[in-house]
């Protein structure tokens, strides 16, 4: 029997959606302690786990399966590589720019941050570079009054999401699938060479390169995120030989304890993706648990995760750092909603209103609204 995940007809009757908004969620809560304690700080999962899983982190990598297995299936059905480009700058470009505009702006009235003088211009430069780019900036002396002096930390996530696109369809020039497979596997070993070697080096070369791996200023991140991308896109290429089974998923939540129990942290989270992402598709497509119209009603996994962030450090910098980091989720989830609903119906959607319209003149066909509202490809966040 063909597991739902292979079967066209059924590969978007998932729970995809509500898992979005989960993994959003976590990214909050997880933040929430980092934030009050200065760095210092972990979830509790993390301190059962000795930091080698933290809801943030399996957040992030749940973002980035689900979003491969998605971005897999757009590439099949685009007409061409430039098609499939521009609906990934549409996905991504409008949320994020709104997102950096408007809390640079909102913190700047707040004194969330302060630019020296005379440095208006260059740092002014500076943020439209980085922003145009889906680089992280960060704007100088931010919230230097909190515990934790970052403007907007989950950011770094957004272009290694995009450069996951374009290394999947370098991988789609491959024709035959056993080929795919094989560049899918290879490709977080060249990230971690290319990596190691940029950090190590101090050729000009290689450091101007560097921006261009897919989690610059976060080591160890690179091949971890490709291989949650391109687990999920191997998903979506030979899902059909990779069978759904309770039995599975009890193995796979019992090699993740195993592994929590390591001497060799690096590896084990780097294996502890692919039972993690089994449990994914596992509770994604399961049979009784269907979730399938939760995200009726919109998208609001990118608001949350593009503007939870300030948005916890201003609370934190308005009400105080005497906040626990669950009242801080909650007061800061109060908050984005509405903030997420209003970036959805106002930015996201008309722009992935607009992509549809634009594939489907562009390959000759009349316009058909789409009730299904399946919107491939998210932003992953911590």
Not at 51 to 57: D, M, P
Not at 132 to 143: D, I, M, R, S, V
Not at 198 to 211: I, K, T, V
């Amino acid at each position: 029997m063909v597991p739902a995940w292979a079967d066209p007809a059924q590969r978007n009757r998932n729970n995809f959606d509500f898992l979005r908004l989960l993994f959003s969620v976590a990214v909050i809560f997880s933040h929430s302690f980092d934030m009050l304690a200065g760095k210092g700080g972990v979830d509790p999962l993390g301190q059962l786990s000795d930091v080698l899983y933290t809801f943030g982190g399996l957040a992030v990598c749940g973002f980035f399966t689900i979003s491969g297995y998605l971005i897999a299936g757009s590439l099949v059905r685009s007409p061409g590589f430039f098609d499939y480009l521009g609906r990934r700058m549409r996905r991504i470009y409008p949320g994020f720019l709104m997102a950096v505009a408007l809390t640079l702006v909102v913190g700047y009235f707040i004194n969330a941050y302060r630019v020296p003088e005379g440095e208006f211009r260059s740092e002014s430069v500076r943020a439209v570079i980085s922003t145009l780019t889906l680089t992280w900036y960060e704007p100088p002396f931010a919230f230097a009054a909190n515990p934790l002096h970052t403007f907007n930390g989950s950011l770094w996530t957004i272009r290694p999401e995009f450069t996951c696109y374009l290394l999947l369809a370098l991988v789609f020039q491959v024709r035959r699938t056993r080929h795919r497979m094989m560049m899918l596997a290879i490709l977080p070993f060249i990230l971690w060479a290319f990596e190691t070697a940029c950090m190590s080096s101090g050729q000009p070369l290689l450091m101007a390169l560097r921006p261009f791996i897919p989690a610059p200023g976060n080591p160890g991140w690179p091949p971890r995120l490709w291989c949650c991308f391109a687990l999920g896109a191997g998903m979506h290429i030979y899902g059909h030989r990779i069978p759904y089974r309770n039995s599975l998923a009890s193995l796979a939540v019992g090699l993740m304890v195993v592994l929590g129990f390591t001497p060799a942290p690096k590896l084990s989270g780097l294996v502890s993706i692919i039972p993690f992402g089994y449990l994914v598709f596992w509770f994604g497509y399961h049979p009784i648990v269907r979730l399938h119209d939760f995200g009726r009603f919109g998208d609001y996994s990118y608001g949350i995760y593009l503007y939870g962030f300030p948005v916890e450090q201003t609370l934190i910098l308005l009400i105080g750092a005497s906040l626990n980091p669950y009242t801080l989720t909650l007061l800061a989830l109060a908050v984005l909603l509405p903030v997420a609903v209003l970036s959805w119906f106002l930015v996201e959607r008309p722009c992935l209103a607009a992509s549809r319209k634009y594939r489907d003149n562009a390959i000759g066909q009349k316009p058909v609204p789409d009730k299904s509202k399946k919107m491939t490809g998210v932003t992953s966040n911590v």
